[in-house]
């Protein structure tokens, strides 16, 4: 039976906030018909366990290596029997009547391809939920500083739209993974996610194809999902994090040199890398004999961006997965 809107969960040894996720998905009212689809990324935690005891109307599928959100979303998706899908983090809740909006938005506005909605943090704290495409300068203002340091600034504060009024309803150019509900015979038109992205920038690379086929990317304040963030990646504690917490850093460098040689070419990739080598550069000199740690997080990132650009060749390649 084709039903509105396949609900697709991609998961990796997040058990106790999958089950809360799904727990939600139960209470969704409004008398939708929806399916959810949860690929387990090779989880170490009982995860599977879990989803088999406690919520047997799952589609459950496991897979034995980690594939990613992209490729795990790619798996999902040969599963989805719906017209629309709707991407989840399994640390995100919906609130009840969230599916049943989500569908009202896309069913009136035949122009967009993709919708997202309001991410807050669980203390209601706002979250970037609607953004604009990167470029070198929003990298360069995100870096500096400057884009934190004047949030209401249109300028400085562009690439997160930090200025923008998060309850007005807006066309943006991407929206995060975290939710987002797609037209899925448009998917089927221009494909799911690139396969190369492990991780990072799926999304962002989606949402240029997207509108590259003549769709729209709307964002809907009127959706509103509590998002924790980084759950997966706190697994993985072996890796090296950026200052602000979950980002595993070599795989988001890895992603943004893919994405820039894809869309912009290889010097765009090239001064991507250089401009933020020659900050970190010039962050590490500064802070010498100041400050060890920030020191020491220059130097590392530094030394990251050459280790990315030989693992992808500059942006061309990715390298064997999971990454």
């Not at 998905?25 to 879990?50: H, K, P």
């Not at 005891?53 to 989805?80: C, T």
């Not at 943090?121 to 995100?142: I, V, Y």
Request: hydrophobic letters at 40%; one cysteine or more; proline letters at 4%.
């Amino acid at each position: 039976m084709t039903t509105d809107i396949s609900v697709l969960i991609v998961s990796f040894n997040t058990r106790d906030r999958l089950r809360d996720c799904l727990l939600a998905l139960r209470n969704q009212v409004g008398g939708i018909q929806f399916e959810s689809v949860v690929v387990d990324n090779a989880s170490r935690d009982g995860s599977v366990d879990m989803v088999q005891a406690e919520f047997p109307e799952i589609k459950l599928i496991q897979s034995s290596v980690n594939l990613g959100f992209g490729n795990g979303n790619n798996l999902a998706l040969k599963h989805a029997k719906s017209r629309y899908l709707v991407l989840l983090n399994s640390d995100a809740l919906l609130e009840p009547h969230a599916l049943s909006m989500a569908l009202a938005h896309m069913e009136s506005a035949a122009n967009v391809g993709m919708g997202g909605g309001r991410l807050v943090d669980p203390d209601g704290g706002w979250q970037p939920s609607a953004r604009r495409f990167p470029s070198l300068l929003d990298e360069f203002l995100t870096i500096s500083g400057l884009a934190a340091k004047f949030p209401k600034s249109r300028f400085f504060g562009r690439f997160d739209r930090t200025w923008a009024n998060p309850n007005e309803a807006a066309q943006v150019d991407w929206v995060p993974g975290a939710f987002a509900i797609i037209r899925k015979d448009l998917i089927e038109k221009i494909g799911f996610f690139d396969p190369r992205f492990f991780l990072y920038y799926e999304e962002v690379d989606l949402c240029r194809r997207i509108k590259a086929a003549g769709y729209a990317v709307h964002y809907w304040p009127d959706l509103k999902i509590s998002h924790i963030g980084g759950e997966s990646s706190k697994t993985l504690n072996e890796m090296s994090f950026t200052s602000k917490g979950s980002q595993l850093t070599l795989w988001r460098i890895r992603s943004q040199l893919l994405f820039y040689r894809k869309w912009h070419g290889s010097l765009m990739a090239w001064l991507v890398k250089k401009q933020e080598q020659s900050w970190h550069s010039l962050r590490a000199l500064r802070n010498r004999n100041r400050d060890t740690l920030k020191f020491s997080e220059s130097e590392n990132l530094v030394k990251l961006w050459d280790q990315a650009w030989l693992d992808t060749q500059g942006g061309q390649i990715s390298p064997p997965q999971p990454w």
